[in-house]
């Protein structure tokens, strides 16, 4: 095995812009989004695949950035918690969280409102089990869910209003 | 965590990368989705060299049903799998695929890999082992074709040579009158299974034809029940054949204890589930629509 990987160039779209950077291939998606591109809202939890702390939209799908390779990611198009907002304003989603509790210590919300925006995005009056199905990637340890199931209801009607 | 260094390399095709498989050599694997392999190299029970990333290949992700055969891209996701209204037609690949993880291990992971990482605990050999299923390899010296059976070899071994990749898995559509089901107890959606229950079975009249039962993660392999199928071929299922059917699963079922319970736990498991698995699919055999999930304990 070579001691020096040859690195890879890649490109993406994180939160609509554009960027390039050239990186060992054995880096994580996480770790490009919080130590190259210092956008640190996506968190680690479990390093496992397990608690969905880190879930980021991938071409419009919740996936796990740490259990995919930053290389993996070569011209997609990614989306983290910061770019929820828009123009300074949080988004339907995080209003939604913000009003209903969804939320205590806050290390999972970043991956809860991801995996939400994917569910309201294809699915924009959820049932209580499919809005249960779309978070069991996403490991809890503050709120018992409850708050965050309302808060999800909640979105979806602020959203429906537009 | 950081796996051990690897060199890259991107695939084109298949074809491209079995030709890579063939001149790497040694140390060399596939990257598809990830979700098994990039955990296993976490913990470093993988430190592959050369990692050769098919995810960028076009045409290796389909559904189609062909006569009587469903056939799929080993590059399909269970996501895409699960939401495919020809997949839903046979209840257990539906089942296995929606059931899998949870939505983002379902975007990423692929059916391909699941079968060439070959867990134990893995879902989609145990729900393809009650079915009549193929897998289609290719490499530089041309084209096989395995039953499942013979592709699963052991706990984390496959019969693929070191220069084939998956291309497709080949589902024979049951007959008319058939049912299915797959069932686990999971602690949670993301962990895998306590224990694992694929049924399939054909009714005439109220009489059982055919039935394949599967048992995943209680032992190295999927374990085909040869002593349940017995106690229900040629019978009505009633509560009598249930029970024996539950109690041949328990005694066939091999498991180790570990954190998700002891050998004995497992078992009773096994033999629970079957029951379940067994309702279900006598209810779609007869055109009942039967919605059934894993158990979350």
Redesign the interface.
Known sequence: ??D???P?TLKLKVNGKPCALTV????LLVELLREDLDLTGTHVGC??????AC?VL?NG????SC???G??A?GAEIVTVEGLEKDGQLGPIQTAFAEAYGLQCGYCTPGLLL?AL?LLGSNPKPQESEIR??I????CRCTGYQNVLKAIRLAAEHMAKG | MYTAAFEYHRASSLEEAATMLSQIGEGAKILAGGQSLIPLMKLRLAAPSHLIDIGFTSGGSYIREEGRLLRLGALTSHAEIELSPVAQRIAIVHDCAAGIADVQVRNRGTIGGSLAEADPSGDWATALLALSAEVHLISPAGERTLALDDFIKDAYTTALRSNEVIAEIRVHVPDAGSGGAYICLKRAAPVYATASVAVELKLEGNVCRQPAIVLGCVGLRPIRVDGAEAALRGREIDDVALEAAGEAVRVAADPESDMRGSAEYKRTVAGALVKRALRAALGRARGEIVETSHLYA
Do not use: I, L, W
């Not at chain 1, 060992?24 to 880096?27: I, L, M, V």
């Not at chain 1, 390093?47 to 969905?52: E, H, L, V």
């Open positions: 095995m070579p020096e990987p040859a890879v060992e291939p054995r880096r390093d496992s695949s397990y608690c969905g879930t991938m799908r919740a996936v796990k259990t995919m390779f290389v993996q070569d995996s994917q199905k779309a069991a990637g996403n490991t």
